[in-house]
């Protein structure tokens, strides 16, 4: 059975940081592509970030140089730091996992996880 289980969300303040974690089991998963999204209600879910097998990352652009998505293999879990925080940020993360980067990317992964809430307030 496959399992994506997001943690590490929670309330930080404008300019704080954050690590949110995609616990996962099931799948082979150092042969998955990896990928964040984030949705407010109202919204289309979008993009935060994404990484190969091999560790290529892509980012939104609104992200780069603030947040960085990470995987262990060891540990089959997927990390996204994020810095600098701002209110637009606020969302539900949630990850996802493929065989294929071009699935993440078009949000069409075979798995997803639950999501946590991200809250950025002062």
């Known amino acids: 059975q496959v399992q994506l289980v997001e943690s590490g969300g929670g309330l930080v303040q404008p300019g704080g940081s954050l690590t949110l974690s995609c616990a996962t089991s099931g799948f082979m998963f150092e042969k998955f592509a990896l990928g964040w999204y984030r949705q407010v209600p109202g919204k289309s879910r979008e993009f935060v970030a994404s990484?190969?097998?091999?560790?290529?990352?892509r980012y939104v652009d609104s992200v780069k140089g603030r947040f960085t998505i990470f995987r262990d293999n060891t540990m089959n879990t997927l990390y996204l730091q994020m810095n600098d925080l701002k209110s637009e940020n606020a969302a539900a993360y949630s990850c996802?996992?493929?065989?294929?980067?071009?699935?993440?990317?078009?949000?069409?992964?075979?798995?997803w996880g639950q999501g946590t809430q991200v809250t950025v307030s002062s």
């Open positions: 990484i190969t097998s091999g560790g290529m990352r």
């Open positions: 996802n996992a493929d065989q294929h980067l071009i699935n993440i990317l078009s949000m069409n992964a075979a798995y």
